[in-house]
C-alpha cells in the first residue's frame, strides 16, 4: 500500500556566483541546489543505514531562477520503493511559493566492498516511506 506522507523540505539560499550577468541563476546550478537538498535529506534521516549513490536524474527547469528568488525552498519526496533502489522527487519553489524548477533521481543502495547494488534494507525503507508520495499524474 502507498503511504501518502509530507516531503521533507529544507531552505537554500541563492548564492552570488551562482549568477550569470544577466542574474539568472545557471542550469547546472539548480542540479546543485538538488544535490544539496538531497544530501541534507540523507544525511538527517539516512545517515548511517547504509550507501546510496545516484543512478539516473533528470530535471526540468520551469522558471528562471534569478538572485532574487531565493530563500528557495526544496522539497524532497519519494515516489518510489524497490527492492535496491528509490526515485526522489526534487521541487525548487522561490520566495513566493513559485515553482521554478523539478527533478527526479534514482538512487540505488550501494555496497562499497563489492562496488554493486545492494537491496535496501527495512530500516532504509521505513524512513523512506515517510516521505513517500503519490506519483504525479
Same mark, same amino acid.
Given at each position: 500500500?502507498?503511504? !501518502?506522507?509530507?516531503?521533507? $523540505? ?7 556566483? %551562482?549568477?550569470?550577468?544577466?542574474? #539568472? ?19 538527517? =534521516?539516512?545517515?548511517? $543505514? ?16 534569478? %538572485? ?11 515516489? =518510489? ?8 522527487? =526534487? ?10 524548477? #523539478? ?7 550501494? %555496497? !562499497? #566492498?563489492?562496488?554493486?547494488? $545492494? ?9 523512506? %516511506? ?8
Amino acid at each position: 500500500t502507498n503511504t !501518502v506522507g509530507e516531503p521533507f $523540505r529544507c531552505s537554500l539560499e541563492v548564492r552570488w556566483a %551562482d549568477s550569470d550577468r544577466l542574474g #539568472h541563476v545557471n542550469n547546472t546550478k539548480v542540479v546543485e541546489y538538488m544535490q544539496e537538498a538531497r544530501i541534507k535529506f540523507l544525511v538527517s =534521516h539516512l545517515s548511517g $543505514r547504509g550507501v546510496v549513490a545516484v543512478r539516473k536524474m533528470d530535471a526540468e527547469f520551469l522558471r528562471p531562477i534569478k %538572485d532574487a528568488s531565493g530563500p528557495l525552498d526544496v522539497e524532497i519526496a519519494v515516489l =518510489h520503493v524497490g527492492t535496491s533502489s528509490f526515485t526522489l522527487r =526534487h521541487t525548487i519553489l522561490d520566495r513566493h511559493g513559485v515553482v521554478c524548477a #523539478h527533478g527526479d533521481a534514482v538512487l540505488v543502495g550501494f %555496497d !562499497v #566492498h563489492t562496488d554493486r547494488s $545492494r537491496p535496501l534494507s527495512d530500516l532504509e525503507r521505513e524512513v523512506l %516511506d515517510r516521505y513517500r508520495v503519490a506519483a504525479p499524474g
